[in-house]
């Protein structure tokens, strides 16, 4: 029994204390810039949630089924989506349709000049998913314009970086405390 100014001890609120919210963060990179851009937004919500960071062409349904909100991190490719993450979501968009209603995202784009209409893409498929936009795509322009630099490696600014390490703590702390 729990005495007025004293805390309960682990062992007394063992059985009560709730199992970690769980982020899936899925990605696909060619040239490591959505890898590094996921990577540091798991590093963000590792403190508050279970994170499972997957790459798009090993993440199927029921990694999106099994989760509690989610992080998509992909280039933009000739204004769309990366061709591999909209496969994964082809492969997934029926076997979970109706079934994810409600639950949180948010989007990383690697884009080379602009990302807009990739994000645009995905609030098309994240309103067929019935999913909730709950913070505004980060979208980091590299600014290659020729076809060496666009299909060179890229290492992300620490700035940028930060960006995206503070919207998985964003999505950690909103998944923990239970406001998405």
């Given at each position: 029994m729990k ?6 001890s682990s062992a ?8 970690m919210?769980?982020?899936?963060i ?10 590094q851009?996921?990577?540091a ?7 508050e949630a ?5 790459p798009?062409?090993a993440a199927?349904?029921e ?6 909100g ?12 990366s061709?591999?993450m909209?496969?994964f979501?082809?492969r997934c968009y029926y076997?979970v ?11 990383l ?6 990302g807009t ?20 795509p980060?979208i ?8 060496e630099?666009i ?10 970086l930060?960006r995206?390490?503070?919207l998985g703590a964003?999505?950690g702390?909103?998944l923990?405390?239970g406001?998405?």
């Amino acid at each position: 029994m729990k005495q007025p100014g004293r805390a309960l001890s682990s062992a007394e609120f063992g059985p009560y204390l709730p199992a970690m919210p769980r982020l899936l963060i899925v990605f696909h990179s060619r040239t490591g810039t959505a890898r590094q851009m996921a990577e540091a937004a798991a590093r963000g919500a590792a403190a508050e949630a279970e994170v499972r960071l997957l790459p798009a062409g090993a993440a199927g349904p029921e990694d999106l089924l099994a989760a509690d909100g989610y992080l998509f991190a992909a280039p933009e490719n000739l204004a769309a989506l990366s061709g591999p993450m909209k496969d994964f979501f082809d492969r997934c968009y029926y076997p979970v349709l109706g079934r994810l209603n409600g639950r949180p995202h948010a989007l990383l784009v690697a884009a080379g000049s602009d990302g807009t209409n990739a994000a645009r893409q995905m609030a098309r498929i994240a309103t067929g998913w019935r999913l909730r936009e709950v913070a505004a795509p980060v979208i980091l322009c590299t600014q290659a314009q020729t076809p060496e630099a666009i299909l060179a490696e890229k290492l992300v600014p620490p700035g940028e970086l930060r960006r995206c390490e503070e919207l998985g703590a964003a999505m950690g702390a909103g998944l923990a405390m239970g406001i998405f």
